[in-house]
């Protein structure tokens, strides 16, 4: 699997995760753990050419809050989320 660097911050780590990993990530924490909220920080416009990292900022902030409410509605009662299932398995 490659592993991506984010263009759009003034600070890239090479070797870091790929969108996806990341984006089951943040799912898998919000979901298991009490996370209350979160906040996405320096995506740098002039270096995010095609709006990847800001496109992918705003997914996480989408994954988290899907993953806070799924917890909720799992609290709850009725059939329950398998949080080690990948993004996108099976598709």
Same mark, same amino acid.
Request: with cysteine.
């Given at each position: 699997?490659?592993?991506? %660097?984010?263009?759009? %911050?003034?600070?890239?780590?090479?070797?870091? $995760? %790929? =969108?996806?990993? $990341? *984006?089951?990530?943040?799912?898998?924490?919000?979901?298991? $753990?009490?996370?209350?909220?979160?906040?996405?920080?320096?995506? =740098?416009?002039?270096?995010?050419? =095609?709006?990847? %990292?800001?496109? *992918?900022?705003?997914?996480?902030?989408?994954?988290?809050?899907? =993953?806070?409410?799924?917890?909720?509605?799992?609290?709850?009662?009725?059939?329950?989320?398998?949080?080690?299932?990948?993004? $996108?398995?099976?598709?």
């Amino acid at each position: 699997m490659e592993k991506v %660097t984010r263009p759009g %911050t003034g600070t890239p780590e090479p070797g870091g $995760l %790929t =969108a996806r990993q $990341l *984006l089951d990530s943040v799912r898998r924490i919000c979901y298991e $753990l009490p996370v209350a909220g979160m906040e996405v920080v320096e995506v =740098a416009p002039p270096y995010d050419h =095609a709006d990847i %990292t800001a496109y *992918l900022g705003n997914r996480v902030i989408l994954e988290a809050l899907s =993953a806070m409410a799924r917890r909720r509605k799992d609290e709850q009662g009725g059939p329950r989320w398998d949080p080690r299932q990948p993004l $996108l398995d099976g598709r």
